[in-house]
């Protein structure tokens, strides 16, 4: 290498652990930091949520763009839990919204489609490289987390599935006006392999986020002590815990 090279190499190394130091200090380093793509993660999360409004809205498409064909990805759990709810038509489904709330509250799926729906047109996106846009109805997230009575120390709200998959979200991805508890599907009761009864649909992140066979919702301030304390199965799999798109 020549001098210049090792200067510029140098330089911009001490640039992202002055940008990573400011992440941290301002409360915006991702729950994986610490893997290869470490610093990257912490940029793309850190840019993310300096540069963009929290609020700013993924894009919804026309009905004559809804994709008439598309993929499934996986199949409904395979465990009695799962496949007793499903023969029964999920009457016994619940969804529990626990953790650091005033109200632990248990919702049925009845006790959802009370709540006013919305419905939105977006584009679902896999890691995989696969996508296809489709009707999603369902209850806003930030509604059934004000339902339950949000504690003032919450940070993160994490996605218990059937299955085996797990996730979360920081706070301005929950309460995104576009973030849902999803029932519906292309105005039809969400199919078993999409996630029945009710998953989590979050157009501003890539697929792997919304978590499909809910079982429960818990709110927490640090995700050091859940699981792989990494917030999400993602890492583990070999992808970023955020996926904003
Ligand atoms: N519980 C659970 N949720 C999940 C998954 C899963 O395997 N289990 N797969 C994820 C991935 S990788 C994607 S891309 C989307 C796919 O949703 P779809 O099958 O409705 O297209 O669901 C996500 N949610
Ligand atoms: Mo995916």
Redesign the pocket.
């Known amino acids: 290498m020549t001098r210049r090279k090792i200067v510029t190499a140098a330089a911009s190394v001490t640039g992202l652990a002055v940008a990573a130091n400011l992440a941290d200090r301002y409360g915006l380093v991702p729950p994986d930091p610490g893997g290869i793509y470490g610093v990257g993660e912490t940029l793309t999360y850190a840019a993310q949520r300096v540069l963009m409004s929290h609020h700013s809205m993924a894009r919804e498409f026309d009905r004559s763009r809804i994709t008439r064909v598309?993929?499934?990805?996986?199949k409904p759990?395979d465990n009695d839990d799962y496949q007793r709810l499903l023969s029964g038509k999920f009457a016994d489904w619940r969804l529990t919204v626990d953790g650091l709330v005033a109200r632990p509250t248990i919702f049925s799926l009845a006790d959802l489609m009370r709540f006013p729906s919305r419905t939105h047109i977006t584009q679902?996106e896999?890691?995989?490289g696969w996508s296809?846009i489709a009707e999603w109805t369902g209850v806003p997230l930030s509604t059934l987390l004000s339902t339950a009575g949000i504690g003032a120390r919450a940070k993160y709200v994490v996605f218990f599935?059937?299955?085996e998959?797990w996730d979360s979200l920081d706070l301005p991805d929950a309460f995104h006006p576009q973030t849902l508890i999803a029932y519906g599907l292309n105005g039809e009761e969400l199919p078993p392999?999409?996630?029945a009864p009710a998953?989590l649909r979050v157009p501003r992140q890539?697929?792997?986020?919304?978590?499909?066979?809910l079982s429960r919702i818990t709110v927490t301030d640090s995700l050091k002590n859940i699981l792989n304390g990494k917030g999400s199965i993602s890492p583990d799999l070999g992808y970023s815990w955020y996926a904003g798109i």
């Open positions: 598309f993929p499934v990805n996986g759990p679902q896999c890691e995989e296809f599935p059937f299955d998959n392999p999409h996630g998953r890539l697929g792997y986020k919304s978590i499909k066979y």
